[in-house]
């Protein structure tokens, strides 16, 4: 990229004051979850005092009708729920570039097969599947330990990141095949570069920062997914972020008027999936001039 | 090629679809580990507080295998799974001691009621202010981000939001609606019942409006800017036609990619509206889903899955046969006009 260009995309994303604000979200987070637990001396499975409002000391968060602590539950949830939607979106941008880029570049029969899974990917409701996997192949004991715990967080994980590979698939074949007729390639194939070298030296460079906005996608998409999952029950731990929903409505906490439970954690990890979103459109905007808004 | 030739070519890529996916979910089921089917029979058939002799239960569990066909070798299974399904026997409900199938025909009533009408007003609605963002750039800063975060909102819990500011604290509207509101609207339409109706049935027909409404605005809205900055805009522009009429050439080009969309949506917009529905408890299949999920009740998750993914599929193959009638490219190439 020349410089030029380099420095004025760079001075547009300074001025993207929407970027920033939503890079700040993801990173306070990404922080919560990871720092979180160490700032609260209960565990997410602690009865303390019921129905504290927020903002109570000790419980920034307040306590919920049961009296677990609403800010224990958050940033052990977060923990768990990020940790799925992370493992979906790596296994997801995994699968989809390296079928994408056999589909793209060798095309042919592997191409058509490729699609063709795709488009029954597409066309068929996957969730149905997670859930069936996630209800009758996820082993939840009474106290799992913490390699139990680790495995089913991997396992869900990867279902749910091997049911969405689809869509980085297709993005990055339509690349690829776009790239593979350039002239760039074709020198590079006149000279005598091997294709394993042209794909990983000439091709993957060039479209790297568009498979990261994907990823970022799929992250967004795969954390929608995964606390959908949650709330119908299909959890990898007992503490994920929303899996006590269901037992908090059978039991009328809506009634109860105890909102801070579900509306803080609520709010947290809506603001992070449109935070993830919004990083996306800006960085679109800045780097692609049709998009440009000045 | 010709209309004929071409419905039938998806019709049976959509049976090839229906029947991966069926064959997918049976044998999901069929190798879950620990014999979730066998057990949830047992839990039929065995009387609960009676004290079976160990005789008994191995009689009862062989009689089980018997019934459930799982002494057969795998084939025969495979085409026993089938043979049930086309005649309408999806199994038996631990959770509601009932035939799933008998449950699922009246889920699927409440759940098209409350479904198929929001996917409609969502994507024209979504469409149309996508398509305002995009032509107008003082709205966009303010649209771009309630867009953006209506779409990131996963739909349970935005119809917790609104069960708890209109329907609980202000109580504006019922915040859960029961199959009486739907039935006594449905079998004595009057001013009434249709009031009654509306009470309940408003939360979780907004919810489900708005929040996949983010979803096809914001796509919209890229895909108009795009139009309107191509060379066909341009052109217009400097021909000095109106900005209206500019954008409703555009408008006609966007939403191409809109329709095919949405059936690329329908899964996840039904799977979501399932979850929603269990906010509201709605007499539909998102609370026995719930309730199945918690109780393992394996043969009504399975006949949920296979019976919403039959609705999936055809939704698609409508949506297909509206695209032809839509695009005019392939309107004209098929129909000769």
Known sequence: MPRFTKSITWLLLKRNKRFWVCISIVVAVLALAALGPYFTPYRAVDFTVPRLPPLTPGHPFGTDNLGYDVYSSTVYGLRVSLSVGLIAAIVATLVGTLLGLIAGYKGGALDQLIEGVTNLLLTMPTVFIMIIIGTFYIQSEASPSAWRELQNILFLGTVIGLLMWHWTARAVRSQVAALKVSDYVAASKLSGNSDLKIIVKDILPNIASYILLVFVIQLANGLATTVTLEFLGIKASDWSLFARLNQWLQMGVLWAGVWWAWLIPGAIIVAFIASLYLIVLSLDEVFNPRLRRI | ?337
């Open chain 2, 1 to 337: 090629m010709s209309l004929l030739a071409y419905l039938a070519r998806r019709i049976l890529i959509y049976v090839l679809v229906f029947v991966i996916s069926a064959s997918l979910v049976w044998a999901l089921v069929r190798f879950a580990p620990g014999d979730p089917a066998l057990t949830s029979f047992l839990r039929v058939m065995m009387a609960p507080g009676v004290t079976y002799t160990p005789e008994q239960v191995e009689g009862i569990k062989r009689q089980a295998i018997e019934l459930l066909g799982l002494n057969l070798p795998l084939h025969e299974q495979y085409a026993l799974f089938w043979r049930k399904m086309l005649a309408g026997d999806l199994g038996y409900s631990t959770y509601f001691m009932a035939p799933v199938s008998e449950k699922l025909r009246e889920y699927l009533v409440h759940d098209l009621i409350l479904i198929a009408p929001a996917i409609v007003v969502s994507w024209f609605l979504g469409n149309y202010i996508g398509a305002l963002a995009a032509r107008y750039k003082s709205l966009d800063r303010v649209l771009v981000p309630v867009i953006y975060i209506l779409t990131a909102t996963p739909y349970f819990i935005f119809g917790l939001v609104m069960v708890y500011t209109l329907g609980v604290t202000l109580g504006v509207f019922k915040p859960i609606i029961s199959s009486t509101d739907i039935k006594s609207f449905l079998y004595s339409p009057s001013p009434q019942t249709f009031y009654e109706f509306m009470k309940a049935y408003t939360l979780p027909f907004l919810s489900l409006v708005l929040v996949s409404m983010g979803g096809w605005a914001s796509g919209m809205r890229t895909l108009m800017t795009y139009e309107l900055e191509s060379n066909y805009a341009r052109y217009m522009e400097s021909l000095g036609f109106s900005g209206r009429k500019v954008a409703s050439y555009a408008f006609r080009y966007a939403i191409n990619p809109q329709i095919t969309g949405l059936g690329i949506q329908l899964g996840t917009v039904i799977v979501a509206g399932l979850a929603l529905s269990g906010i509201f408890n709605y007499p539909g299949a998102g609370i026995a889903l719930i309730y199945a999920i918690n109780f393992r009740d394996i043969f009504l998750i399975q006949g949920i899955a296979i019976v919403y993914t039959l609705m999936v599929i055809i939704f698609n193959f409508v949506i297909d046969v509206l695209y032809v009638v839509i695009d005019p490219r392939l309107r004209h190439g098929m129909m000769g006009g």
